[in-house]
């Protein structure tokens, strides 16, 4: 068609549009043919974009008004002509825009934009008009545009949806192939020809036309359109499944500009299906990227796809809150991605997923199940890594565990500042969660270990803390929790004191914008306890010490509170105080002691000063409030005045020597005509005799402070300070009392003192010592409150008559042979009269129930450890440092010949035990006292000696786990060991039971006789394992074996415990050995063999170990062991604490035995040890002590039951022990084998768990079409399998001993309960895993614990709980071990007055038991029949699902149903009372006796009745002749009743 016919038909057609002519538009079109049409659209598309003036920019009108004419002219009827001519122009200008608007959109042009899109509206108007040949045609052009240019044009997006689902609903068509179609349908059919026409439907043009577009390549810029267009489609379930996989393949494709919009078209495109794959796909694609990130250490990438990372998590956010289906598959993500068990971490949950989960939190309705899921993850990995780190023998079968939840937390915190800013809340919530968890799971049994509880605590602090120094928009939050918690919640807020005692560590300033919060809790200190208060002020103490603002709204604050009306916040603001005091003269002696600036220090120096000074004048005014106050003022001052830093400051001494100058001559009696120094009456109310003046606590500080100023007039280093006033300076507006009192130095005054309370008797100050002390009467009242001060002064004379002969003999110019104070004499007289009185109050002072309210003297000493560590060296001496000059300890002395030169003078007192014994109960006291509070010591708690050779510093504390107080308390705990190992425990390392032996060791470890309560040796093992236990707990035992063992730094500690259990090893010898045998010693000393051999056992298992040192530590670990079983066989006495401290011993290191060299003791055990199966070397101990435990049993239950199965003695090879294995120790010890075998069993179902993991792993490493046996699964199910066999053996052993007792019984049928739970458990795995045959040792196990197990138990439970046990020796613990349990006679009311109500009470409380008992017993049978039944149940599914016969190897149970029990059968006077009323009245004779006839037949009858399991009760025979009474009344004769009896009885 030439140019200008053209132009005349665009004309005609402008013109007719004008007019709004559309048929005659039509009418014009239909005439014309399909090029020409064609033409037109071309024609007028192409001048509308090159001619800007033609006037039909602004939509190509023409090609309007053609679509108008073809639709007018289907309206008016002619539709074949009219969908021929609207689907040439449809065809038409979707060519022209696949050819054009591509290039337009690049181009940037809105004109043709508007143009483009104006066209496909209309096209998606006539689409209803269009016939299917169109509507073919234009969709496949669309998509041979996607295949060319691997896009669609953007003005397609709204009009192909549509299409296409025009497309599907088009019925069977006829297609003519051409091209590649005619090729490919020449090859489906087998025909030739130049075209070949198939029939098709609409709905498989479409899913044609929707997989060729999967299956063509995609632009990467064009991808988000793509998937956009793709997602609007109407697609079935497999379409939806193919779209979205090529979608998911596509987004590893596109740039990382585009990855967020791709990510929420995926969300989008989730609404129709597969969210889980989506969600998967989705983090396999950012997992990989970061993977890349990472290798490629490429650092602006990887912050570059943080932020791309911090923008899909918005999006997957807002996607789930309109899709709530989409974050539960997120979160069954997470949780199938946390249970997985593969290697390394790209299989496992990755750090983007973790992200996203806490950024779902963040949704309250997903946020308890993802922070229990996390949690949940958290915990169980760390406690399978651990539990893998401690099972040796699974090792080598359990794959590594994948989820690293540090590498997690880290990588989150790190991220944060990189476009992860919005999950940082929801991690914070996380760890504050799991700190409290973590903290009350401790104290109560839990799923996860201790060790698992304290790492992942540990974990969650140091994230925190990481999270606080980095992000500052996260701390206000985490103040307000961490505050919150201290105040409100009590269980748990030690460990956010912890936490802020960390943040405070590591950058104090950062909280300087939280003073005013910090501040508040101290407002609120009536809701929290002292104990809290002195930990918050020891964590804020930094803050204290540079922000002067703080620090003085502090003290406002407390000052505020010392002045209330509750007496409690006074003492808890007073507490505050002291820690106050505490914290500053610290520093100050740090400012004296370091190289400062001489400008700087001066100006800190005067800053403590006068904060000192500030805060003794508070002090000063609690001197003088009640009594209560004053006590604790004392009782903490006494405290601070042991610190070294307090005792090296001569300001702080003279500052406080001027405050209790006055209170010290209120009360000194300076008249010496008087025996007592001080006046003790003015202490007390006249009226209600209560302590009104705590003179005892006053006093020692008062000895206190003239200890540290006589060290510091002592001591020749030159003080930074000008000397201050001597002790006890009065002012010169004294009274005249106190003048002759200024005339007087502080030696001669405490001379006069300790002369004159060494000279007193009780009967000076008004006492007898046969008199009333009961705190319940008045005169009582004031003889005990007289009696305790009395006491308080003499222990504080006591301290300071030795503390001045240390002084005094500090230096070599010294001496104290014309001081008597200085003589160690005085210290005995002072003790003397202090036991006199310890001994009266012990004895005569009763509270109103009659119980002694003092348990011995040394509960009335205020001794500190600090003081004692001082005395107990002289007291404990140590050969070692005597013989040494060049040892440690006397290298850090200043006359390097002090110790050696005065332990001989302090002879006396190691001369004296029972001052001996005092001083290590007082230790004892202390150190235990110091366990219970908590791990956190606190501020104030008592300091070690500064000579103490391993005192941690300044420089060598871990400020991660200890504050610096609890560091030195910790150094006093580490000193008072050494000095108990080495002056007592060192003597019995080469003593091996000779003769003379006695002789050997010092006086005070020589055994008296007559001697009451525990001696020194017992003293000294309880104190030594006191203090390992609180080392223990602050997990610093290694550092006891190098102190008590003075070695070098360059040993490891490994060898050094190693080292140490060997000498403890010797000591136990020794006790046994030793005529009378200490046994007592010997067991605190097994304890504390227990505790080392745990910290060895736990230090080895790290896999990070060197192998020489874990060699060296396997082999102490067996020899430990060998030597365990020799004393457990050998010659020691009858102890039920020594065996059962042995068996912990021996389980305790059981895990960790290795076959090398393990001493046993029969060919048996060590045939095993050699055999085939070395994994079960660490069970041979335990094996034989049950195995002897059994023997012995067999034998002692043979001597009871009348040689009831003396045919059986002729099995047992030797005869046990029966010394040690005996109807008393025996049930003791099954009681520990119950409990080592739940923990084992413990142990064997982390394992059994771990299988499924283990076939997983195996089969995911094979390749895809191997059929091999999974043969590293099936090893390890054998070693589970033959592991439980083993146990299963020992427990058949310990189920044939016949009298266990009822808790030792009770706990082996737990104990067996617990074992069929594994073996069910086994039995679940391989019905789950297909792939696990039925091997031998499974059905060996089988046949165990189905056939001879359960025949046992069954067995027990007829001789245990139906009254057919065997009677047990006379005097023997067979029923539990009390033998003086006997039963109480039924209705025994013999007894008058008192004892018949005890005995009527005894009585109610047997029947309560014996309920109970019955409820327990029944609730603990039904339990392992249960499991019994479950057992049987799975095995015989196993059998039917791996057509293997396994049915035969169980016990068939008894039909407890319908079975006949002759217990159940019905006395004849049951059988009578239901059957009286169906039976004729007139058949039968009367009775000639009447009533009387009855009971005699009825007495006769009860002797002949079956003895039930269930005891008759009084009130059930009583209500059974009631109802006699009641049969009488009704007119029924009682012969009757004796002839129907005796029918039915024969």
Not at 12 to 27: D, L, N, T
Not at 53 to 67: D, E, K, Q, V
Not at 1460 to 1479: H, K, N, R, V, Y
Not at 1501 to 1516: F, G, H, K, Q, R
């Given at each position: ?504 560590s590591d950058d104090h300033e950062a909280l300087r914008d939280y003073h005013s919060k910090i501040i508040s809790v101290f407002d609120s200190i009536s809701v929290i306890t002292p104990a809290t208060v002195e930990k918050l002020l020891g964590a804020t103490a930094p803050m204290l010490l ?761 706990l082996v049928i737990r104990a067996l309960n617990d074992l069929h739970k594994i073996f069910l458990l086994l039995t679940k795995a391989k019905l789950s895993c297909t792939d696990l045959p039925i091997t031998e040792e499974y059905i060996v196990t089988l046949s165990l614990i189905c056939q ?199």
């Open positions: 068609m030439n140019s200008n016919k053209l132009a005349e038909t665009l004309g005609k057609i402008s013109g007719f549009g004008r007019e709004k002519s559309f048929v005659e538009i039509g009418q014009l079109l239909a005439g014309q043919d399909a090029n020409t049409l064609y033409s037109l659209v071309e024609t007028d598309l192409g001048a509308s974009s090159n001619d800007e003036s033609h006037g039909f920019s602004a939509g190509a009108p023409t090609t309007l008004y053609m679509f108008k004419g073809a639709s007018a002219l289907i309206e008016k009827g002619a539709v074949s002509a009219g969908q021929s001519v609207l689907g040439t122009i449809a065809t038409a200008c979707v060519a022209q825009v696949c050819e054009d608007g591509s290039e337009d959109e690049e181009v940037g042009e809105s004109s043709a934009t508007k143009r483009w899109a104006a066209i496909c509206d209309k096209l998606l108007e006539s689409l209803p008009q269009q016939s299917p040949r169109s509507v073919i045609d234009i969709s496949f052009r669309i998509l041979a545009e996607l295949k060319t240019c691997g896009s669609t044009p953007s003005p397609f997006h709204g009009f192909l949806p549509m299409l296409l689902d025009t497309l599907g609903a088009i019925g069977e068509v006829e297609i003519v192939a051409k091209g590649q179609m005619l090729a490919a349908a020449r090859t489906q059919d087998k025909s030739t020809g130049d075209q070949i026409s198939v029939m098709r439907t609409g709905g498989s043009l479409k899913a044609y036309w929707i997989d060729a577009a999967c299956a063509y390549r995609w632009d990467p810029k064009a991808s988000v359109a793509v998937c956009a267009l793709l997602r609007e489609i109407v697609l079935s379930d497999r379409q939806i499944q193919s779209v979205a996989k090529r979608m998911l393949r596509q987004l590893k494709l596109v740039e990382y500009t585009e990855l967020p919009a791709m990510v929420y078209q995926l969300l989008l495109f989730a609404r129709k299906g597969l969210k889980h794959e989506i969600i998967a796909g989705i983090f396999e694609v950012f997992d990989s990227l970061e993977n890349e990130s990472m290798q490629h250490e490429q650092r602006k990438k990887w912050r570059e796809l943080g932020d791309i990372e911090g923008t899909v998590m918005l999006h997957i956010n807002y996607s789930i809150k309109q899709d709530f289906e989409l974050g539960s598959a997120l979160i069954g993500y997470g949780r199938d991605k946390s249970e997985m068990a593969t290697d390394g971490s790209a299989h496992g949950i990755s750090a983007f997923s973790f992200a996203c989960l806490l950024s779902l939190a963040r949704i309250h309705r997903f946020e308890k199940d993802v922070t229990d899921l996390l949690r949940a993850a958290i915990l169980r990995s760390t406690n399978d890594r651990i539990s893998l780190e401690t099972t040796f023998w699974a090792r080598p079968y359990v794959p590594a565990i994948s989820f690293d939840a540090q590498r997690l937390l880290k990588a989150t915190v790190a991220r944060a500042s990189y476009g992860w800013d919005q999950v940082t809340q929801s991690l914070i919530q996380l760890c504050l969660g799991l700190l409290d968890y973590t903290y009350s799971a401790a104290k109560r049994s839990s799923k996860y270990s201790h060790e698992a509880l304290i790492e992942t605590r540990q974990l969650c602090m140091e994230t925190l803390r990481t999270a606080f120094a980095g992000h500052a928009f996260v701390r206000t939050e985490l103040v307000d929790q961490i505050l919150s918690r201290v105040m409100f919640q009590e269980d748990s807020h030690e460990c956010f004191l912890d936490l802020l005692r960390h943040l405070v540079d922000d002067p603002q703080f620090r003085s709204s502090l003290l406002l604050v407390l000052r505020k509170i010392l002045f209330t009306h509750s007496i409690d916040d006074r003492r808890t603001a007073l507490s505050g105080l002291f820690v106050l005091v505490g914290c500053f003269v610290t520093e100050l002696d740090k400012c004296q002691t370091q190289d400062m600036v001489g400008r700087a220090r001066k100006q800190r120096a005067d800053m403590l000063m006068s904060v000192l000074l500030e805060v003794l004048g508070l002090l000063r005014r609690c001197f003088m409030q009640q009594p209560e106050v004053r006590t604790m003022s004392y009782e903490r001052l006494a405290l601070i005045l042991d610190d070294p830093c307090v005792g090296r400051s001569r300001f702080f001494l003279n500052a406080l020597c001027g405050t209790m100058q006055s209170e010290f001559a209120k009360y000194y009696n300076e008249n010496r005509a008087y025996d007592s120094p001080i006046n003790i009456t003015q202490c007390i109310n006249p009226t209600t005799y209560k302590v009104i003046m705590p003179i005892s606590s006053f006093l020692q500080c008062l000895a206190k402070l003239a200890s540290n100023l006589a060290a510091l007039s002592q001591s020749s280093e030159p003080s930074a300070q000008p000397s201050g006033p001597s002790l006890l300076l009065l002012s010169s507006s004294s009274s005249s009392s106190s003048g002759a009192l200024l005339q007087q130095s502080s030696q001669d005054i405490w001379k006069d003192v300790c002369v004159r309370f060494s000279k007193t008797q009780i009967e000076d100050f008004e006492l007898d010592p046969t008199g009333d002390y009961s705190i319940g009467d008045p005169v009582g009242l004031r003889n005990y409150n007289i009696a305790l001060m009395v006491s308080g002064c003499l222990d504080a004379s006591l301290e300071h008559a030795m503390m001045h002969f240390i002084h005094s003999n500090a230096c070599s110019s010294c001496s104290n042979g014309d001081c008597e104070l200085g003589s160690p004499d005085m210290a005995m007289k002072l003790f003397s009269k202090f036991s006199r009185i310890g001994d009266i109050l012990c004895s005569l002072c009763l509270d109103d129930r009659k119980k002694r309210v003092v348990g011995a003297p040394s509960e009335l000493s205020l001794m500190s450890l600090y003081q004692l560590t001082h005395f107990l060296q002289l007291v404990l001496p140590d050969r070692g440092r005597m013989r040494n000059e060049m040892h440690p300890l006397n290298t850090l002395e200043r006359n390097r010949f002090w110790y050696m030169s005065n332990v001989d003078k302090a002879s006396p007192w190691s001369g004296n035990q029972s001052f001996v014994k005092h001083l290590l109960e007082i230790a004892l006291a202390r150190v235990s006292c110091r366990l219970v509070a908590s791990r956190n010591i606190n501020f104030s708690a008592n300091l070690a000696p500064t000579s103490f050779p391993t005192a941690p510093d300044a420089s060598t504390t871990n400020t991660e786990t200890t504050t610096a107080a609890a560091a030195a308390a910790t150094a006093a705990v580490l000193m008072t060991a050494y000095i108990v190992y080495n002056g007592v425990f060192r003597y019995y390392t080469n003593i091996q039971g000779t003769a003379d032996m006695d002789a050997e060791l010092p006086v005070y470890l020589r055994a008296r006789s007559g001697t009451r309560g525990r001696s020194v040796l017992q003293l000294s093992a309880e104190l030594l394992l006191s203090c390992a236990n609180m080392l223990s707990t602050n997990d610093m035992l290694d550092e006891m074996a190098s102190t008590v063992l003075v070695l070098d730094s360059s040993i490891a500690r490994e060898e050094a415990m190693a080292r140490l259990l060997a000498n403890l090893c010797a000591i136990v010898t020794s006790f046994l050995s030793q005529k009378p045998v200490a046994a007592k010693e010997s067991v605190h000393i097994l304890l504390l063999m227990n505790l080392v051999a745990a910290r060895l056992s736990r230090l080895s298992s790290s896999p990070a170990m060197d192998p020489q040192v874990q060699n060296k530590v396997y082999r102490s670990i067996n020899s430990t062991v060998g030597w365990g079983l020799r004393i457990a066989f050998g010659e020691i006495p009858e102890d039920t604490n020594l065996l059962k401290a042995l068996f912990v011993l021996l389980t305790t290191c059981q895990p960790f035995l290795q076959p090398m060299d393990l001493l046993f003791t029969s060919d048996a055990l060590a045939d095993m040890s050699h055999g085939n199966e070395p994994d079960l070397v660490e069970l041979a101990p335990v094996n034989q002590i049950v195995a002897t435990v059994r023997s012995a049993s067999k034998i002692l239950l043979a001597d009871t039951l009348d040689d009831a199965e003396n045919n059986n003695e002729d099995e047992e090879d030797e005869e046990p022990n029966l010394e040690v294995y005996t109807l008393r120790t025996i049930p003791a010890l099954i009681t520990a084998i119950s409990t080592w075998f739940k923990a084992e069993l413990h142990r064997i179902e982390w394992v059994v768990g771990q299988l499924s993991r283990c076939v997983r792993l195996e089969k995911a490493s094979r390749p895809p079409h191997d059929d091999e046996a999974l043969h590293e699964s099936i090893v390890f199910e054998r070693r589970v399998c033959l592991r439980v066999r083993f146990l299963a053996q020992m427990l058949d052993q310990l189920l044939s001993i016949h009298f266990t007792g009822k808790v030792s019984g009770d001879n197990l359960n025949t046992r138990a069954y067995s027990m439970f007829l001789d245990k709980y139906t009254g057919n046990e065997p009677p047990a020796a006379p005097g023997s613990y067979a029923s539990g071990g009390d033998a003086k349990a006997v039963p109480f006679a039924k209705g025994d009311d013999s007894g008058k007055g008192k004892k018949g109500k005890e005995k009527s009470f005894a009585n109610v409380l047997s029947s309560r038991n014996s309920k109970s008992k019955v409820l327990r017993d029944s609730a603990l049978v039904s339990s392992l029949v249960f499991q019994m039944e479950q057992t049987e149940k799975h095995v015989i599914q196993l059998s039917t699902k791996f057509k293997v016969p396994l049915a035969h190897h169980l016990k068939r149970s008894t039909a407890r149903d319908f079975r006949i029990e002759a217990a159940a059968i019905p006395s004849p006077m049951g059988m009578f009372q239901s059957q009286q009323l169906s039976e004729p009245e007139d058949d039968e004779p009367h009775h000639p006796d009447g009533v009387s006839g009855y009971e005699e037949a009825r007495s006769s009858d009860e002797e002949t009745e079956v003895m039930l399991d269930v005891e008759v009760s009084e009130d059930a025979s009583n209500l059974g002749t009631r109802d006699t009474d009641v049969m009488d009344l009704d007119g029924e004769d009682p012969e009757e009743h004796q002839s129907k009896r005796q029918r039915r009885h024969r």
